[in-house]
């Protein structure tokens, strides 16, 4: 029985899909412009790799997007839910209420409904104050028909999850299982107000995420398309429909971790430096197994600081669209503007009147598309600095998301890699594999589904074997839960960090854990 796969990548510029049969080989890709209305953009790719295809909609077993929806609405601040702000960590935490540093115009938008209740926990796990479950039924009683999802952090609740357990079992008494409640500890790590953010942040975009899955599915099963559908996350795996909707903030920075894991298939090079260079910005990863290394550093979503899990990834404002400015004096500017998904209406060589960064790679020789006549009248002397300007800034972002001095290889994916050349400094090998341009869509379709935790432990209960195998069962059980097959499952990821401050041999453990998808065909048939 023939199976294909669908893979859809939303990015600034462009919405690229392919469709790859059961072997993961691509039958037919596209590359159509991203649209105001994301939505729209998706649904042309898709109908358009279809028709490319061949293949037959009944074929078709899983679909999987990559989307930007999520991060596009903090980002302009609109389609966010009415959310409700609980932390628990009075009196402690009074000091500095929640939504502190939280830029004004987002804050008027969610922080209409802001408590701090008695409770929380110190950091070796000991009750500052009991829990007031008196208030928290007060305060559910107070949002109900006020708020349509809520978030809830308690003080230390890595290390324990009562608090914030027993407030989400009190809320759904009250305003029933339809309200989405976000519990920081499911969500972020140690270090309370960026946990709290990201909490935050990803209770106000559960509709979006909910309405972004219901869209894609209803727009599938419109083309006859009855697939098993995921989101990609920002760790280079998928999520099912359900998970997406509790956890919407993982799929920011999908986009990037989508390319680094098509590059790493369509290389086959598992351990590698990553560039990939859209019509708007050039972001660089590595490579670890295969998998995107992971930021240890706080990041910010629409100004807003946080602590979850992001991909490690530098971006600059050099891409296939971006304006090249000449100066009388001699001297240019490279961006940070980019006329996007117009570039083939305003770069000079496809007859506009903008000069492009392609245009540039066009004069030089590098790249061969449109017209190069058209950039007769430019002074190539001129031209052939700004690009060497271009590949300077390419290679210093090379260089730093290096571990060592050491030249590694430079996998170029993306619309816009025709920007560079077969060399690059710091660079052992530059690959450039097959159907790079979509290797962000790949990367959505190929991936497997994962499962990661972190939690504080205390060794001293169940000694350190036992411990970490606990974290690598939780792991593995996040997994399933997200769509994994239990079968074909592997831990890809584990770190220890000793807690020295904490009681217990406490230690910090991490572990990720993913698998195929479980395919209910065969599953059925077997």
Do not use: W
Request: proline content about 4%.
């Amino acid at each position: 029985m023939n199976s294909y796969r669908l893979g859809i990548d939303v990015g600034g510029t462009h919405t690229d899909a392919v469709i790859l049969d059961n072997a993961y080989q691509v039958i037919a890709e596209v590359k159509t412009t991203t649209t105001t209305d994301v939505s729209e953009g998706i649904y042309k790719a898709m109908k358009e790799v279809v028709a490319a295809s061949g293949v037959l909609a009944s074929e078709i077993d899983f679909a999987m997007l990559g989307t930007t929806h999520c991060t596009n609405a903090i980002v302009e601040r609109r389609r966010l839910n009415k959310i409700a702000i609980i932390r628990i960590g009075a009196p402690a935490t009074l000091a500095i209420k929640p939504l502190t540093g939280v830029p004004d115009d987002l804050k008027n938008i969610i922080g209409k409904h802001i408590h701090i209740v008695r409770g929380g926990h110190e950091f070796d796990g000991r009750e500052i104050v009991p829990l007031d479950e008196s208030h928290i039924y007060e305060i559910a009683k107070e949002i109900k028909g006020q708020a349509d999802s809520v978030a809830v952090t308690s003080v230390f609740s890595p290390v324990s999850t009562a608090h914030e357990i027993r407030t989400a079992e009190i809320l759904e008494e009250v305003l029933g299982t339809e309200i989405p409640i976000s519990l920081s500890h499911e969500i972020g790590s140690v270090g309370l107000l960026e946990r709290e953010n990201a909490t935050i942040l990803n209770a106000s975009i559960v509709e979006v995420a909910r309405s972004t899955a219901d869209g894609f599915v209803k727009a599938l099963k419109k083309e006859g398309i009855h697939a098993k559908v995921f989101f990609g996350q920002n760790d280079g795996t998928l999520m099912s429909v359900e998970y997406t909707v509790k956890y919407p903030i993982l799929t920011i920075a999908c986009g990037p971790t989508n390319s680094l894991r098509g590059a790493a298939y369509l290389s086959d090079y598992p351990d590698a430096l990553v560039v990939d260079v859209g019509g708007t910005t050039t972001d660089v990863g590595v490579l670890i197994d295969s998998f995107p290394r992971q930021s240890s550093l706080a990041v910010e979503i629409g100004g807003v600081r946080t602590n979850f899990r992001m991909p490690d990834i530098a971006s600059i404002g050099l891409g296939g669209g971006t304006i090249v400015e000449l100066h009388e004096d001699g001297s240019f500017s490279i961006g940070p503007e980019s006329v996007g998904y117009l570039l083939s209406e305003k770069g000079i060589v496809f007859g506009g009147n903008t000069l492009t960064t392609t245009d540039v790679a066009v004069a030089v020789g590098v790249a061969n598309i449109g017209n190069r006549e058209l950039l007769a009248h430019l002074d190539l002397s001129v031209l052939k600095k700004v690009y060497a300007r271009m590949i300077e800034m390419a290679e210093a972002t090379i260089d730093k998301m290096k571990t060592s001095a050491d030249p590694v290889p430079v996998i170029l994916v993306g619309g816009g890699s025709i920007l560079f050349p077969a060399q690059l400094q710091g660079a052992s090998e530059v690959i450039k594999p097959k159907n790079s341009g979509v290797a962000n869509a790949i990367g959505s379709a190929i991936s497997q589904v994962s499962g990661q935790i972190e939690k504080i432990f205390k060794t001293d209960e169940l000694g350190r074997e036992q411990t970490v195998a606990l974290a690598k069962e939780l792991a593995c059980q996040e997994a399933v839960d997200a769509g994994a097959d239990p079968g074909k499952l592997v831990i890809v990821d584990i770190d220890e960090v000793p807690l020295s401050y904490l009681p217990g041999n406490a230690t910090k453990i991490r572990v990720k854990a993913a698998g195929e998808l479980l395919d209910n065909k065969l599953v059925s048939n077997s």
